[in-house]
């Protein structure tokens, strides 16, 4: 290993947590949200990163897409991409959906930067038919743009109300280590990406 290829590996790597309430940590005392927890089992995990929040309560697809620029800063080395929820709640057009992610992806994709997609599932009050197009969006994407894949960002968490807030949508403290401890499998395949890139 070259001194510069040293150097490299042992930089700080900086990711970023772009995604909604359930990323911001909507209802839960600060240093309690996903970014802050992700970040403390990482580096309990002898990982040297900064999870930076990025998440914005009541974002959709389009909110994300449009502050796109300044929720990847340049220094970016990796992005975990939660964004959909509120698409859902709305029912947005899958479509219009698809096209905002896959702007989103392809920008970071233009960047270079490694990605974590997230999906998310529909509610059965839109139907099969809206179930069916939305939750293909995200195995359908991160296969086309190369992403990492973690298949719903709430497993473990939705169907257990002891680890929700009372609006039974946002993970409370308990459930935010639930989904934490269920995806840094993941996020250190992340890891293991921008390494390689580097």
Known sequence: ????????????????????????????????????????????????????????????????????????????????????????????????????????????????????LTGMRALANWGPDYAKAFEAIFPELSEKYGALYYPFFMEGVIDKPELKLEDALHPNQQGVETIVSRIVPDVEKLIARVRAKS
């Open 1 to 116: 290993m070259t001194p510069l290829a040293s150097a490299s590996a042992a930089e700080t790597l900086r990711i970023v947590a772009f995604g909604d309430s359930l990323t911001a940590g909507y209802g839960l005392p600060q240093g309690q949200d996903f970014a802050s927890r992700l970040e403390a089992a990482l580096k309990k995990r002898g990982h040297d990163v900064v999870i930076a929040n990025a998440g914005v309560s009541g974002d959709t697809t389009a909110g994300g897409r449009a502050r796109f620029d300044w929720a990847v800063p340049p220094e970016t080395d990796g992005v975990i991409l939660e964004l959909g929820a509120n698409d859902v709640l709305r029912g947005i057009p899958p479509k219009t959906t698809r096209a905002n992610l896959e702007d989103i992806l392809a920008r970071l994709r233009k960047r270079n930067i490694p990605v974590l």
